[in-house]
Protein backbone atom coordinates (compact mmCIF):
# COMPACT_ATOMS: atom_id res chain seq x y z
CA UNK A 1 0.00 0.00 0.00
CA UNK A 2 1.35 3.38 -0.79
CA UNK A 3 2.26 5.76 1.68
CA UNK A 4 0.31 9.31 0.73
CA UNK A 5 3.30 12.15 0.93
CA UNK A 6 6.89 10.83 -0.15
CA UNK A 7 8.33 13.54 2.64
CA UNK A 8 7.24 13.84 6.50
CA UNK A 9 5.24 16.42 7.44
CA UNK A 10 4.84 17.70 10.97
CA UNK A 11 0.55 17.51 10.40
CA UNK A 12 -0.59 14.16 10.44
CA UNK A 13 -3.24 14.78 8.05
CA UNK A 14 -1.43 16.63 5.32
CA UNK A 15 -0.64 13.80 3.32
CA UNK A 16 -4.10 12.73 3.37
CA UNK A 17 -5.45 15.65 2.60
CA UNK A 18 -2.87 16.17 0.03
CA UNK A 19 -4.46 13.53 -1.48
CA UNK A 20 -8.28 14.04 -1.41
CA UNK A 21 -8.45 17.88 -2.04
CA UNK A 22 -6.71 16.72 -5.81
CA UNK A 23 -9.25 17.95 -8.38
CA UNK A 24 -11.63 15.58 -8.74
CA UNK A 25 -10.95 13.39 -6.18
CA UNK A 26 -13.61 13.76 -4.07
CA UNK A 27 -16.03 13.04 -6.38
CA UNK A 28 -15.09 10.25 -7.61
CA UNK A 29 -15.36 8.85 -4.17
CA UNK A 30 -18.79 10.13 -2.80
CA UNK A 31 -20.12 8.77 -6.29
CA UNK A 32 -18.77 5.49 -5.30
CA UNK A 33 -19.57 5.76 -1.54
CA UNK A 34 -23.52 6.77 -2.34
CA UNK A 35 -24.01 4.74 -5.56
CA UNK A 36 -21.75 2.02 -4.87
CA UNK A 37 -19.39 -0.41 -7.03
CA UNK A 38 -19.69 0.36 -10.45
CA UNK A 39 -18.01 0.49 -14.03
CA UNK A 40 -15.44 3.02 -15.35
CA UNK A 41 -18.17 4.43 -17.74
CA UNK A 42 -20.74 4.85 -15.39
CA UNK A 43 -18.34 6.35 -12.92
CA UNK A 44 -17.43 8.88 -15.54
CA UNK A 45 -21.41 9.51 -16.25
CA UNK A 46 -21.56 9.80 -12.37
CA UNK A 47 -18.42 12.61 -12.25
CA UNK A 48 -19.81 15.22 -14.53
CA UNK A 49 -17.06 16.86 -17.02
CA UNK A 50 -14.34 14.19 -15.88
CA UNK A 51 -11.86 13.31 -18.52
CA UNK A 52 -11.63 9.66 -19.19
CA UNK A 53 -7.67 10.61 -18.72
CA UNK A 54 -7.99 11.75 -15.31
CA UNK A 55 -10.37 9.67 -14.27
CA UNK A 56 -8.24 6.52 -15.17
CA UNK A 57 -5.09 8.72 -12.65
CA UNK A 58 -7.49 9.17 -10.15
CA UNK A 59 -8.53 5.75 -9.98
CA UNK A 60 -5.38 4.73 -9.73
CA UNK A 61 -3.78 6.73 -7.36
CA UNK A 62 -6.66 5.65 -4.68
CA UNK A 63 -6.03 2.53 -5.68
CA UNK A 64 -2.40 2.61 -4.94
CA UNK A 65 -3.94 4.53 -1.36
CA UNK A 66 -5.87 1.61 -0.69
CA UNK A 67 -9.33 3.38 -0.66
CA UNK A 68 -10.47 1.86 -4.31
CA UNK A 69 -10.70 -1.44 -5.00
CA UNK A 70 -10.46 -2.35 -8.98
CA UNK A 71 -11.87 -5.44 -9.83
CA UNK A 72 -10.91 -7.13 -13.04
CA UNK A 73 -13.22 -9.53 -15.25
CA UNK A 74 -11.51 -12.06 -18.24
CA UNK A 75 -14.78 -11.40 -20.02
CA UNK A 76 -14.70 -9.72 -23.90
CA UNK A 77 -15.15 -7.02 -23.83
CA UNK A 78 -13.15 -6.89 -20.43
CA UNK A 79 -15.25 -5.41 -17.32
CA UNK A 80 -13.30 -3.35 -14.66
CA UNK A 81 -15.65 -2.73 -11.61
CA UNK A 82 -14.42 0.19 -8.93
CA UNK A 83 -16.00 0.49 -5.17
CA UNK A 84 -14.74 1.76 -2.10
CA UNK A 85 -12.51 -0.55 0.53
CA UNK A 86 -12.86 -0.82 4.05
CA UNK A 87 -10.24 1.70 4.48
CA UNK A 88 -12.34 4.65 2.48
CA UNK A 89 -15.30 3.76 4.83
CA UNK A 90 -14.09 5.06 7.70
CA UNK A 91 -13.32 8.06 5.74
CA UNK A 92 -17.27 8.32 4.22
CA UNK A 93 -18.24 9.21 7.64
CA UNK A 94 -16.51 12.12 7.72
CA UNK A 95 -17.67 12.49 4.27
CA UNK A 96 -21.32 12.25 5.48
CA UNK A 97 -20.53 14.73 8.54
CA UNK A 98 -19.76 17.32 5.96
CA UNK A 99 -22.69 16.70 3.70
CA UNK A 100 -25.38 17.38 6.04
CA UNK A 101 -22.89 20.49 6.84
CA UNK A 102 -22.89 21.61 3.63
CA UNK A 103 -26.55 21.28 3.30
CA UNK A 104 -26.86 22.85 7.31
CA UNK A 105 -24.84 25.90 5.93
CA UNK A 106 -26.52 26.49 2.28
CA UNK A 107 -29.82 26.07 4.50
CA UNK A 108 -28.43 29.36 6.33
CA UNK A 109 -27.32 31.19 3.59
CA UNK A 110 -31.03 30.37 1.80
CA UNK A 111 -33.19 31.44 4.47
CA UNK A 112 -30.80 34.66 5.48
CA UNK A 113 -30.87 35.89 2.12
CA UNK A 114 -26.88 35.75 2.13
CA UNK A 115 -25.24 34.64 -0.66
CA UNK A 116 -23.02 31.51 -0.16
CA UNK A 117 -19.90 31.70 -2.28
CA UNK A 118 -19.81 30.31 -5.90
CA UNK A 119 -18.72 26.21 -5.46
CA UNK A 120 -15.87 25.10 -7.50
CA UNK A 121 -16.03 22.84 -10.74
CA UNK A 122 -14.42 20.20 -8.95
CA UNK A 123 -13.63 19.10 -5.01
Not at 12 to 31: K, Q, V, Y
Not at 32 to 60: D, H, Q
Not at 95 to 100: C, K, N, R, S, W
Given at each position: ?KR????P???????L?E?????W????????S??G?????????????????????????????????R?Y??T??????Y??T?????????????????R?????G????????A?????
Amino acid sequence: MKRFTKTPSPCAISGLMELLTRPWTMHILWSLSTKGPMRFGGLRKNVAGISARVLTERLRTLEEAGFVFRHYEQTIPPAVTYGITDRMKDIEKVLTQLEALARKWNGEGAASGHSQPAQSAHM
